[in-house]
């Protein structure tokens, strides 16, 4: 399996790997290097906290060294009309009566809370490619599925400010 990202995006992971090798890691090994002078390690709380702040970091380091390297690189680049990658899109929902703005983000930078979703999400995947106009059933799983409608795409790009997930 592997995540569709983009230049920006691995670029942001090198960039958070490199802070977390030259900045983070010698400053875990300092603190865990401390708490052990204090004694007993059984007991020894300071000594564990620094102990799993430190293999927290490198557990996030593997994780995106990991993501880099098997990551499909994609372009942003789309045809006009059509929603994609960044592209905010207007949907009506009919079940409810409402109206949502979505932000069509690479899995990396997902924030379901912020409107930010992945292309790759269940929602992403019925309505890449798509224009307005268009009503498409979301299939969540097999038992629930909805439809919505597309009433508006607005352009976006690759914008570097926004963050990659912690998660």
Known sequence: MYDELTEVDIKKMQEEIDHRILVLRPQYIKDVQEARAFGDLSENFEYKEAKRQKNRNESRIRYL?????????????????RVGLFDYVTLY???????????????????????????????????????????????????????????GIRPGTDDENLPISQY
């Open 65 to 81: 060294q990991r993501m880099i390297r098997t990551a499909r690189v994609v372009k942003t680049d789309h045809a006009e009309g």
């Open 93 to 151: 929902l009919p079940e409810d009566d409402e109206e949502m703005e979505v932000h069509l983000v690479t899995t990396l930078r997902v924030d379901a809370g912020g409107g930010h979703i992945s292309r790759q999400s269940p929602l992403g995947r019925a309505i890449f490619g798509r224009k307005v106009g268009d009503t498409v059933t979301v299939q969540v799983n097999a038992d629930v599925s909805y439809p919505v409608t597309i009433r």
